[in-house]
């Protein structure tokens, strides 16, 4: 995705180390946090899971950076959810010519229909979580990620959150749920 007509640039960065390249087959449950997930074509980290396993949430394997709107002083678009990414992702897609102006949501709408930015408590989860994850995601967790949340990043490697302006460059990624319907 470049588009020079709104002076943004979104940097795809897949981070297949040497664990997940062994990992191209199909996996079935149940999972816990830490799992490789690889089901109908959907392929990430568990980093939420349900009670049976069945269900949950993954984080994917790839990141990028860009800003989370591209439009200066843009007023509040109403990404409130603290909890649900797919419901600032819907809020989101009510702006006319999103997919330019909010360029982190676009590349995660373009992983498939089921994915989206996380909310900021979905991204905390994954930091609380990191010690499961970051072997298998192979980056560095100590930058801050954009969450779906309006205006909000996540700073993993100390687990907090913090206000930031919408139209700087942060790190983000894609998540996903399995096993239950998508909102």
Known sequence: FDNKSVGCYVRAVTTFGSPLKKRRTKTSGPYKVGDYYSENGKRGLVFEVSEDGYSGKIVSLDFSDTEWCTVENIPWVGAFSKFNGAENMEAIKQIPDWQTKFP???????????????????????????????????????????????????????????????????????????????I
Not at 110 to 129: D, M, Q, V
Not at 145 to 161: A, F, Q
């Open 104 to 182: 982190a949501f676009n590349w995660c709408a373009g992983k498939g229909e089921e994915w989206y930015l996380p909310a900021e408590e979905e991204l905390l989860t994954i930091s609380r979580n990191k010690s499961l994850l970051n072997p298998e995601l192979n980056y560095p967790l100590y930058h801050r990620h954009w969450s779906s949340t309006e205006g909000v990043i996540v700073d993993p490697y100390r687990n907090k959150s913090e206000n930031w302006k919408k139209n700087e460059r942060n790190q983000f990624r894609a998540v996903s749920t399995f096993g239950m319907k998508p």
